[in-house]
């Protein structure tokens, strides 16, 4: 038997209204039923017809639906506005949605998309190269063939068998299913290039200055010290400057480089012309101005970057393989029967244990251990990357000659974890070969070996002709926590000299110390994951001298309960020193409570072989209930005849920068220092201010939204304007920019508080927020007939040339509609149907004759629309 649920009031005015439930049989004998039980008498309600009548419902067997007649008990005189869309659940008015895109549950993008009515639901419209961007093989399906590029459609499931689209409007959800066939098989973290966005033209300049003004007892000196870091981005170029200017007793310019540069999709790799540095995986790194094309593997899916081994096994049915590392579930997916191969792990550590399981369909479980460790150049099976540079080689020093060079590298990722490598440098009086190999061998770790031959002209003219052997290790002990991050060693014969030394040969009259060895070496232990221990070492010999140089560091650090200390070591032995430096170290840093919970003192003190030891105290920490404001206080001793010192200093990191101020002085003199930084960009929407930016960053434009807080950024606001500079992004790969709607104003509103970019290499992407700006109005429209129907449609009038959508509504019970970015005085257009006529009328208003009560921030007004 049909239900019908009454819910019984004793409010004369109305009887139904949304969220009161009336459910009525689609029975013409029906009607005369509610028209007698709904009839406003003043509470009083003939109950037990009513309940007779209800309970001979079960005769007659319909669909349910909702009378939208009920709403307007308290106005019969008014009919109804057509509310079919409502009649279903889950049914909507059609229109432009801001929505978050979800394609098998996994989030997209975020957008407007608009709905159309299908039979009382709605259907998004959606575009082949939409689809194509949310990484459906569009190419496979023939039903798309009739459709341009960018012309919408509806249905999916008419153009993709078993796909289909749900639109969840209480949450703005729009979930597409799509079989997995269907999707273009990508590595895990893969963004389709053709989403990478190359941003809006801009330029802007980093800033960093710094000045001090020192006074002594015979001589007082001030000097101040300016970096610049500058761009301008056109298209998919981008044009990059670094330049200085110090100023003590006079003003020097330096621009140390410029260059140009854009990204080159197809071949995921990077294009730069001018001033560069090499590639320092194979030779030493050298600085030039020419042509430089290289691998970025920012450009790559994270689970495609670095090392990680290709997982193979046997599946004797469809099977779950599970993948964990120290006892972390690190990957999983299902397999079908036979051999598998899982090539797209995201690198974890550099070496360790990752233990395989496959849980076959009947229950049964296998499990293995696969141990890999890598060297820093090892590269996944298949993977290839490569640099090649061309130009003249600059070393910053006068005197050095500039030959014209060309520099090429080569890595290959082959399978049983080997990667081969090598590489060229070929000038005219220099030329050098490289080739190596590097391998995992499980528990015993990764070794790499490489040689380098070189033959090389010196300023006399004579040939030089020599060898290079290196080795690395790789190690992390998992269970004991010991890691040999990097075990290095390179032996040099008496010929050799890399492309440094042989250009330094002509400056210094063909006397050049090249490098006999090196050895490098790195080991840190761990205690129970609050204490580690660290060991580094290094050390160089030279050909035709008898020192050497060298570098040992000792460090022990722990950490309880907020407090931390540690002790440290430090040896340093220059060849052109006899005597070697030795010191260590003894920090104490302990966090405070109450008011000054925010802050912390520290001790620490250092001893050097000379005898000279300093201590210092310090109180640091942020300002209470100012936490942008930090503050030092610190008090030093040191002997040796230097005696007592002390300093202040205050930091300010504000939405448009840092600035600091200081203060220092000891026996012999005082000093102010002074610093700020920053940025300055300018873009199609006129300069904004920001802190200080990095490679690729974003533009929030949320017009007339002035002081919200960015959700992304350490305490960014807008501007007064709307606009704000988010500082950093991740190129080539999702970053999502929130508003904080609660740091909104009472008079603005936005549609949609989150935005989804994907900045390309370099890029200053633009987030955009459809503003309203103005009044929040509670309006409650009648005309001659009284209340207008609930469902009739509302939108604030404009004018053509006005820019932006126009605020909008449906009419609620009694006549009501709550619409924000109201102006002072305007006109609202109403259109609604009933009984097949289309109906519209119109209310002009002034909010100076509204009323607001107490604290609310929204306004009411009352008004007879025409």
């Known amino acids: 038997m049909t239900s019908v649920v009454l819910r019984i009031t004793r409010n004369s005015n109305y009887f139904a209204s949304p969220g009161r439930d009336i459910v009525k049989n689609n029975t013409s004998d029906m009607t005369s039923v509610y028209s007698a039980i709904a009839a406003p008498t003043g509470g009083i309600f003939l109950l037990p017809t009513a309940i007779f009548l209800l309970c001979q419902s079960g005769i007659a067997r319909a669909e349910d639906y909702f009378d939208p007649a009920a709403l307007e008990f308290a106005n019969p005189q008014q009919k109804t506005a057509d509310l079919h869309y409502f009649a279903k659940s889950g049914g909507q008015q059609p229109g432009t949605y801001p929505v978050s895109i979800w394609v098998n549950n996994q989030e997209i993008a975020q957008s407007e998309v608009t709905f159309v009515d299908s039979n009382g639901a709605l259907q998004p419209q959606l575009t082949p190269a939409q689809l194509a961007e949310y990484g459906v093989n569009v190419s496979a399906f023939p039903a798309f063939n009739t459709l341009h590029e960018g012309e919408p459609f509806t249905h999916i499931e008419r153009y993709i068998p078993d796909a289909s689209s749900r639109f969840d409007f209480a949450t703005q959800r729009l979930n597409l299913s799509i079989p997995q066939a269907a999707m273009n098989v990508q590595s895990r973290g893969y963004v389709d290039p053709a989403r990478w966005d190359e941003g809006i033209p801009a330029a802007f300049v980093n800033y960093n200055l710094t000045g001090s003004q020192t006074r002594q007892s015979d001589d007082n000196s001030r000097s101040s010290y300016l970096n610049l870091r500058s761009g301008v981005n056109f298209g998919a170029w981008r044009l990059r400057n670094v330049s200085s200017m110090e100023y003590d007793r006079t003003r020097r310019w330096n621009s140390q480089s410029t260059w140009l540069q854009r990204d080159l999709k197809s071949l995921k790799s990077l294009l730069r012309m001018g001033d560069t540095f090499t590639s320092g995986d194979v030779f030493d790194s050298v600085q030039f101005r020419g042509v430089q094309l ?345 002997n040796g005849g230097q005696g007592s010192n002390s300093s202040a200093s205050l930091d300010y990191h504000g939405g448009y920068g840092t600035a600091q101020l200081g203060y220092r002085q000891d026996s012999a003199s005082h000093q102010l220092t002074w610093g700020a930084s920053g940025s300055i960009v300018a873009h199609p929407h006129g300069v904004t201010l920001g802190q200080t930016v990095g490679e690729s960053f974003a533009i929030v434009r949320a017009p007339g939204a002035a002081d919200v807080a960015i959700q992304n950024g350490s305490n960014v606001h807008t501007d007064w304007r709307g606009y704000a500079v988010v500082p950093s992004l991740t190129a080539y790969r999702k970053n999502t920019i929130t508003l904080d709607t609660e740091s909104l104003a009472d008079d603005a509103d936005v549609e949609l508080e989150g935005q989804t970019v994907i900045p390309g290499g370099g890029a200053v992407v633009q987030a955009n927020y459809q503003t309203h700006i103005g009044n929040r109005v509670l309006f409650t429209l009648s005309d001659s007939r009284g209340p207008l129907p609930f469902g009739a449609s509302v939108r604030l009038h404009k004018a053509e040339d006005e820019q932006g959508a126009a605020p909008g509504g449906m009419v609620a019970d009694g006549g009501q509609v709550y619409l924000s970015g109201i102006p002072q005085e305007g006109t609202l257009d109403v259109a609604w149907n009933a009984d097949n006529i289309s109906r519209k009328c119109a209310l002009h208003f002034h909010l100076t004759d509204t009323v607001q009560q107490g604290q609310s921030p929204v306004k009411t007004v009352s008004g007879v629309c025409q």
């Open 294 to 638: 290289m691998s970025d593997d920012e450009m790559l899916p994270d689970s495609q970057r670095g090392f990680a081994p290709t997982i193979r096994g046997m599946a004797h049915s469809n099977a779950k393989v599970t993948i964990s590392q120290h006892g972390y579930v690190i990957y999983e997916t299902f397999v079908s029967p036979g051999a598998f191969a899982i090539s797209d792990l995201y690198p974890t550590a550099q070496s360790g244990d990752l233990e395989v399981q496959v849980k076959e369909s009947d229950g049964s479980v296998r499990t293995f251990t696969q141990p890999f460790s890598a060297v820093p150049f090892m590269l996944r099976e298949g993977r290839v990357k490569f640099s090649l540079s061309a130009g003249r080689y600059h070393s910053g020093q006068s005197r050095t000659p500039s030959p014209t060079f060309l520099q090429g590298t080569l890595f290959y990722g082959l399978p049983a974890e080997f990667t081969l490598y090598g590489g060229s440098q070929l000038a005219q009086d220099y030329q050098s070969w490289a080739l190596g190999v590097g391998r995992g061998f499980g528990e015993l770790g990764s070794l790499g070996g490489d040689a380098t031959w070189a033959n090389t002209t010196t300023p006399s003219g004579k040939r030089s002709a020599g060898h290079s052997l290196r080795v690395q290790y790789q190690k992390d002990f998992a269970g004991t926590g010991t890691s040999f991050s990097l075990a290095s060693y390179r032996y040099s014969s008496g010929g050799y000299y890399d492309f440094s030394e042989a250009n330094a040969l002509e400056s210094r009259n063909g006397l050049v110390d090249n490098k006999r060895s090196r050895e490098e070496i790195s080991v840190s232990q761990a205690f129970g994951g609050m204490s580690s221990l660290a060991i580094s070492a290094w050390s160089q010999e030279y050909w035709h001298r008898q020192s050497r140089d060298e570098t040992i560091h000792l460090g022990f650090y722990s950490a309880w309960r907020g407090v931390s200390w540690g002790v440290g070591y430090y040896y340093t032995q220059s060849s052109d020193r006899q005597k070697a430096d030795r010191s260590w170290s003894f920090n104490l840093s302990i966090p405070l409570g109450g008011p000054l919970a925010e802050s912390a003192i520290s001790y620490s003190t250092t001893s050097g072989n000379n005898g000279r030891t300093s201590q210092q105290a310090s109180l640091y920490g942020s300002i209470p209930r100012n936490p942008n404001l930090y503050y030092s206080l610190q008090q030093g001793y040191a």
